[in-house]
Each structure stands twice: as C-alpha cells, then as structure tokens.
C-alpha cells in the first residue's frame, strides 16, 4: 500500500493560549504518526482545504514557507519510495536530513538542532545549545576527526577540574553522546567513543538524594497552608505530586485533564494518569488513589494542562529555599522527587514492574506484560491496597 502524507493541525494537543500544533501526518504500511513541524497556531487560522496558514496569523508567510519545503520534501520521499514505503523512523531521518557538507561538529549541529526541535521539548534543545556552547569555551572549534576517546576523556578532565559536580558532568557527557549519535546517523563520524567510556548515570549521594515520608508530609501540611504564593507556592504543587506519582518533570506542561480516566476498584473511586513520556514515547499509567493526591490535581476542562510550569533553574532555586526554609538538609532538586517515589514505593513493596510502567520505564513496559495480563485496575489496586498517601 502506498504511503500518505498530509499536513493536520492536531486537536489532541492544546496550550493555554488555545492554540494548537500543526504536525505532518505520515501513514505507511498500516502506521501513522505525527511528525511536529515546531509550530503552534489558533484554529480559526488553519485553513484545512489549503493546507495553509491564514493571513491572520502574523507568522502565517514564513510559516507557510517552511510548510511547503517539508511537505515537497515528504512527497518526494514517498514518490521515490512508491513500491517499497519507507518505515516511520527512516522516513522521519531522511525528511529532516541535510545534504550540505560540514567539517566542524559545532556548525553541523546547530543546524540539526533547528530540525530537533520540531519534536523534542524546548528545555531539552536548550540543554543541547548550552552543552556546546560550553564546549566552545574550552575548545572553539571542533573537527569530526577530533572527536575520540582521549577527547572525550580530556573533557570529562576539564569539566571536573572547573568545578562541576559528578552528576552534572555525566548529564553532559549524556547529551554529548546523543549529539554524537545524530553524527553517526549522517555518518559523519564512524565510531563512537563512548564505546570506551563509561557514563555513570547514578551517582551515590551523602543521605541527600531522596525525602523520606515524614519530610514529604511535612511539605505537604506547608503547602496546604499556603505560606507560599506564586512561584514557590507552584513548585511546591509540582514537586509533591511528583513524590507522589513519579511523573518526570518534561510531563508537566503536556499533561491535560483528557489525560485522566476514572475507574471504580474495590469500591473506590480512582483516577489514572494516562500519557507517553515525552523523552522516549513509553507509555505511563500514575493511579491517583487519595484525596490528598487529587487534591493536587485540581480541576479543570478537558483541553485544559493540569500544570503550570516554571523554567527549570527557577524551579529548582525555589526547591532550594524551600527545602532550606523547611529544615530539611539535603540537596533536592526536582528529579529527586521521582528517585523519592521509587525508593518509598520499593519500601512499601510496590512490586517492581508495576512501579517501573507507573514510572514510564521500559523495563516496566515490556511485551511479557500482555501475558501476564497486567491491567489498568491491577495497577491502582496495587497503589490502593500499600500506598495510599
């Protein structure tokens, strides 16, 4: 069958400003998806017929041009592949491919980031930009043929010699990797030297790294209080429902109230938090079974977030005065909430693979649940019967 594709402006996704994302929609042996283009417009300035942006939207000419490069690009990879439709993750490649030849990493990938951006969150683009503007620093240029394992090593030398912690270096090691990734992909470079250098993702803290329930409670009855207004107050509403539920903070400005389904278990009126984790598109299921926890949901309609979000350094500074203010003597950041839920849901002996899919793990997700049967109600049973906060 041959493959289809179509310019859509998706109605599943809504921002507070009502706008909604337009997105190319590729349809090839019997799949679809959704390719973001990275731009957000109103409905009534979609017109559906032409596949274009009304003159009431200020950005509607440069718009409609990048519009008609993708889509001349996506047709021609169709018409060029009409007997043999290419697979979804090939054809997402090639569309955002560039021919022009590079010889610095630097220039090559920030002009893959212009393209990355179309599908990945803007904090994480902005790691991304800040990673290699922080490498410019120390090196301002950057040949594909410098890029190995002594390089990477004298980076990781650099970095802990500036002052970095251990953690905050390997995260730059992390995205460095990926980056190097979409390198490879080009084939650009050959062989990666991560290959030989090991990224140590966990790295032990000095009785910091997680809250124990009492602190959490405690935090709970400062923000039932109201103490704090605005941005401290806000934080504070993410950062508990994360202790919570384990939803990643890259979650919290996607999530909409569509999000959550109601069920019934054992008498019990439950709410389930219901999405695809945004970093790698595995399926999450956060049952939500306390008043205290849905209290922090609030209410809202259904095309509405459930969360406003602020920037990650603010958020984190505003974690760091409250913790302070608190008493509570540990270096917590927001990810910390997601490692407090794992180490307590273990302590509670949530079994592991539920907690793992709540988390939006693979290892939670993989296909050995369809034989075991693991079901939605299965899930919130478990958090009801040895969990409920």
């Excluded at 002009?111 to 599908?119: A, P, S």
């Excluded at 950057?142 to 010699?161: A, G, N, V």
């Excluded at 109201?226 to 996607?254: H, M, P």
């Excluded at 569509?258 to 439950?270: E, F, I, P, R």
Aim: glycine share 4%; hydrophobic share 35%; with cysteine.
């Amino acid at each position: 069958m041959r493959a289809t594709v179509r310019i859509v402006l998706r109605k599943d996704y809504t921002k507070q400003d009502g706008k909604q994302q337009l997105a190319l929609r590729y349809v090839a042996h019997r799949k679809s998806t959704h390719i973001g283009l990275g731009i957000s417009i109103l409905p009534r300035h979609w017109d559906k017929n032409a596949s274009m942006v009304r003159a009431g939207e200020p950005l509607s000419f440069r718009y409609n041009k990048y519009i008609k490069e993708i889509e001349q690009r996506a047709v021609k990879l169709v018409l060029d592949n009409h007997n043999n439709p290419l697979p979804i993750p090939k054809f997402r490649e090639l569309l955002f491919e560039k021919t022009e030849s590079h010889t610095d990493f630097y220039d090559f990938i920030t002009q893959e980031l212009e393209f990355l951006q179309t599908d990945r969150r803007k904090g994480t683009i902005d790691n991304y930009k800040k990673l290699i503007n922080t490498m410019k620093l120390w090196k301002p240029t950057l040949l594909f043929s410098e890029i190995t394992l002594d390089f990477i090593q004298s980076f990781h030398k650099h970095e802990i010699e500036s002052g970095n912690k251990q953690s905050t270096v390997y995260k730059k090691h992390a995205n460095f990797k990926f980056l190097i990734g979409v390198a490879m992909k080009k084939e650009l470079i050959t062989k990666n030297p991560y290959d030989n250098f090991e990224i140590k993702k966990k790295i032990k803290a000095e009785n910091n790294d997680v809250l124990t329930e009492e602190e959490i409670e405690t935090l709970y009855k400062v923000y039932e209080s109201n103490v704090y207004t605005k941005g401290k107050q806000t934080v504070l509403r993410n950062f508990l429902f994360a202790c919570y539920s384990g939803l990643s903070y890259a979650e919290y400005d996607i999530v909409t109230y569509a999000d959550l389904k109601y069920y019934m278990v054992d008498g019990h009126k439950c709410l389930l938090l219901c999405n695809e984790r945004y970093k790698n598109n595995i399926p999450y299921r956060i049952p939500i079974v306390s008043d205290k926890v849905k209290a922090l949901l609030g209410s809202g309609k259904d095309f509405q977030k459930i969360f406003t979000v602020l920037t990650n350094q603010p958020t984190n500074r505003y974690l760091k005065d409250i913790m302070n203010e608190q008493g509570i003597n540990k270096q917590v950041t927001f990810h910390r909430a997601r490692h407090s839920f794992r180490t307590i849901a273990a302590q509670k002996g949530i079994q592991e693979n539920i907690a793992e899919r709540i988390m939006g793990h693979a290892e939670g997700n993989d296909i050995k649940d369809i034989y075991t049967h693991l079901q939605d109600e299965d899930i919130i049973r478990e958090m009801l019967t040895k969990w409920v906060a």
